[in-house]
């Protein structure tokens, strides 16, 4: 064994005392108490480490552009309308100097890997596609970046959509997302993004139900295509608002029907917040399907960011920790276990969704890995503690000094 680098002093979870962890060749070849070898090391004085925060929803193509946009009403119509306008004149450059600043904050608050989803329509091009692969690719040695074909306007009523979707995957794009929520034939737009999955033998994503009707869902329809077409495990959902508003009576049963299908669900905190329940005088609805519900019910179930600096979200700073503690916040969650819980749903519950078969830290797995300044993964959620360091594939990929805090004198 060839050790390159260690890290002595990491707080693992579950762990009591701190241990040590060595690399080889990019990944991780011994966890172990004062392991003894004469490699370069850093000490982690305790802090926590982690398989790395992973963002499985966000949009790195429309960040970055309220000041572009319009605000009046603040619904989610609005910002569908105002940022198709603007994308309209959105450049490749433009996109890519955008998305390269969220990716950077994304890696300096401790994510290492992250889906976007990527518009591909007549008004966008392929402007913003070719500029986020230049992002996965100028970014790759820091971050690994998945890329979904998304119709974010609909399908059926957008002529040319479809076929720039397949386009986009024959050339470099990782999977296919829909949105039916904005198409005027819902299922039709759900079967046929389910048939381009088919066709190019990818995983599939859908934004869906964001609104808070209980009695108009595209849920079954996704559920229905799922298992007619074996696709299990390979499904996940964003938003779906309306299972807030859902008495246990129903919520229960619908949530088993997602776990039966192997359909994944991210809870959007931000975004969800902000948009729904616009219609409220008082007693404004929340807007945040119960993720832990669900993952009590055996639904793989996530956190992410959504959107950054843009109408659907007018805020953010890309740090997953913060979306942790907002959902716990929502959710009422303060219990160890309930934090933990929480916690799982920005790292091993989002690997899973993503269908990661070997992330965190463990022996033979590569060596990514991310310190927070806290003891533990619950800890760090309520406290939305700082990444401190990171490590991709054996290599440093960032490191936060500590603030300093400067006491008068004499």
Known sequence: MEIDFVIRNARLPGSIEPTDIAFEAGRIAAIAPRFVCD?????????????????????????GIISRCNLCTETLAEAVSETSRAKAAFTEEDVYARAAAVVEKAILNGTTRLRTFVEID?????????????????????????????????????IGTEEMLAQALKTGADLVGGCPYTDPEPAEHIRRIFALAARFDTAV????????????????????????????????????????????????????RLAEAGIALTVLPATDLFLTGRNATHL???????AHRLAELGVVTSLSTNNVLNPFTPFGDVNLMRIANLYANVAQIG???????????????AAALLGLQSYGISVGN??????????????AVATIAPAVAGWKNGRQSFHRPPAQLFRAHG
């Open 122 to 158: 007549p008004r966008a091009g392929f402007r913003s596609f070719e500029a986020i692969k230049r992002v996965r690719n100028d970014y790759a040695r820091l971050i690994d970046i998945e890329i979904c074909a998304f119709a974010q306007e609909g399908l059926t009523n957008d």
């Open 205 to 256: 994503d859908f934004h869906l139900d964001f609104d808070l009707d209980t009695a108009n869902s595209n849920l079954p329809t996704v559920i229905a295509e799922t298992l007619a077409r074996g696709y299990h495990g390979r499904v996940s959902i964003g938003h779906v608002t309306n299972l807030s508003a859902m008495p246990p009576d129903e919520f229960s049963p619908v949530a088993r």
């Open 335 to 349: 219990s160890a276990d309930g934090l933990r819980g929480v916690f799982g749903m920005v790292t091993a519950q």
């Open 39 to 63: 490699a370069p090391h850093h000490d982690a004085g305790g802090k926590f480490a982690c398989g790395g925060l992973i963002e499985t929803h966000i949009h790195l193509d429309k960040a």
């Open 366 to 379: 590569a060596a990514d890995l991310v310190l927070f300044d806290a003891q533990s993964g619950g800890d």
């Open 284 to 290: 404004v609805p929340r807007g945040v399907t119960p």
